[in-house]
């Protein structure tokens, strides 16, 4: 697994129109799959004090992000990856800080709701992290809000609820954690959604 940064150039037109749009820039990293790279998971990071946003990108190799310069060879200011190192040396009982911007649901009668009630939003991660050997030591929830969707201009909007977690976890199992990171969480993945970044 390979985490790469790029921060966006808001001068780009391209970028412009990926930054506002997700299936847009879904669309564009996936020129990352046709480069080789593998299925990205994404995380749109904004900006603070004035920074241009930046985009976290895992891929299962590095990433040859001549293939976003295709649209606009202005699309990014910085571009950096490594390999998750991290992830590969772990160890039963490592304690790591996590987040994670994801789209909590539950499927009732046929049909997916989001989660919009603190208390399941909780619980939804909760189980999410227990699922893949994590036990869960802190949950911090914020940015809980609907966003709306459009894939395309006149299509139906799709709405989502993306919430950020952040907290701290415990391996209990080194398979089931190591799925977790590289297989994200969730749904909406393509849309910006699951994507589960460590640090010790």
Do not use: C
């Not at 009732?108 to 989001?114: A, I, L, Q």
């Not at 909760?126 to 030591?137: E, F, I, K, N």
């Amino acid at each position: 697994m390979v985490l790469s940064r790029l921060v966006m150039n808001l001068g780009s037109s391209a970028a412009r129109r990926d930054l506002a749009n997700a299936y847009e820039m879904h669309s564009t990293l996936m020129r990352l799959v046709d480069a080789g790279a593998g299925r990205p998971l994404w995380r749109l990071e904004l900006g603070r004090d004035g920074r241009p946003p930046e985009l976290l990108i895992q891929t299962d190799v590095e990433p040859d992000f001549g293939a976003l310069t295709t649209l606009d060879d202005s699309y990014f200011l910085e571009a950096d990856s490594r390999p998750n190192r991290l992830v590969a040396n772990l160890v039963v009982g490592d304690r790591l800080r996590f987040r994670v911007r994801a789209n909590p649901t539950v499927t009732r009668e046929g049909k997916r709701h989001g989660l919009v009630q603190y208390e399941e939003q909780v619980a939804w991660i909760t189980r999410q992290l227990q699922r893949h050997g994590a036990r869960p030591l802190e949950i911090h929830v914020s940015g809980s809000q609907r966003e709306v969707f459009r894939k395309r201009r006149g299509g139906a909007p799709i709405t989502v609820v993306g919430v950020t977690y952040d907290g701290a976890l415990e391996v209990e199992d080194l398979a089931g954690t190591r799925e977790l990171v590289r297989n994200g969480i969730g749904h909406a993945r393509a849309l910006g959604f699951g994507l589960v970044t460590v640090a010790r």
